[in-house]
């Protein structure tokens, strides 16, 4: 198993542009969710889907799209890019959300930087 | 409200101990995790504790939760270089979207 992949690594946009990062895992995972790291905020969420096409919001979804028409793909679409939304981007999936003891396993990032 | 807080940077000895403490506010949380994330990698889980429990061990790793306090600790014995990363805390009420993280802690093992 390839795990829970993302692409691109590492992308640098202009205030404005548009972009969709890309997410998929191999696990047939029901639960997957997208989280951004910002240096002292820890991790914060974006938005989730508790299985294939259905989406709800995190604690910061503004300015994000979300759909998930596969199990396997979880993609984040920035409409209009802004600055503030420099930072890393983690995807993340597990089984379900019925335990909450039931691993979380991350992707390795995305690194979006918007000038 | 639910806030996790943690120190920012903890700095020990290769053989020593390492205790990274974490402190939550939401009382009805239901499970308290521990990850770690290495340089230019997402983050990995280490173990978790069950909010009933005081105490969970781990060959090297012993998680202490004290309730009262709403304080959560992991401590590393022995530790070693390769146990330099960020350590996150974590609590979720009762599902993974509910899953609140700290600030993360940087660990650094000096040689």
């Known amino acids: 198993n390839a795990g829970v992949t993302q692409t691109p690594k590492f992308q640098v946009l202009k205030t404005g542009q548009s972009m969709t990062l890309q997410c998929a895992q191999d696990m047939n995972h029901e639960y997957m969710s997208w989280y951004r790291q910002d240096p002292g905020m820890g991790l914060r969420l974006i938005h989730y889907?508790?299985?294939?096409?259905?989406?709800d919001q995190g604690e910061v979804p503004n300015g994000y799209n979300v759909s998930r028409s596969t199990t396997e793909d979880f993609p984040l679409r920035l409409l209009s890019a802004a600055p503030s939304q420099t930072s890393v981007y983690f995807c993340a999936s597990s089984y379900s959300r019925a335990s909450a003891k039931e691993t979380q396993y991350f992707g390795p990032g995305t690194r979006l930087l918007v000038l | 409200g639910e806030d996790v807080e943690q120190s920012l940077f903890l700095s020990v000895r290769e053989g020593d101990s390492s205790v990274i403490n974490c402190t939550y506010t939401d009382s009805s949380s239901t499970y308290l995790y521990w990850y770690k994330q290495e340089p230019g990698a997402g983050l990995q889980l280490l173990t978790y504790?069950?909010?009933?429990?005081d105490m969970k061990q781990d060959q090297r790793l012993t998680v202490l939760l004290n309730k009262k306090d709403k304080h959560l600790s992991l401590r590393i014995a022995d530790t070693q270089t390769g146990d330099s990363a960020i350590y996150f805390c974590a609590e979720s009420i009762g599902g993974y979207q509910k899953v609140t993280f700290g600030t993360g802690t940087k660990l650094q093992v000096i040689p």
């Open positions: 504790i069950f909010s009933n429990m």
């Open positions: 889907s508790v299985g294939a096409g259905i989406t």
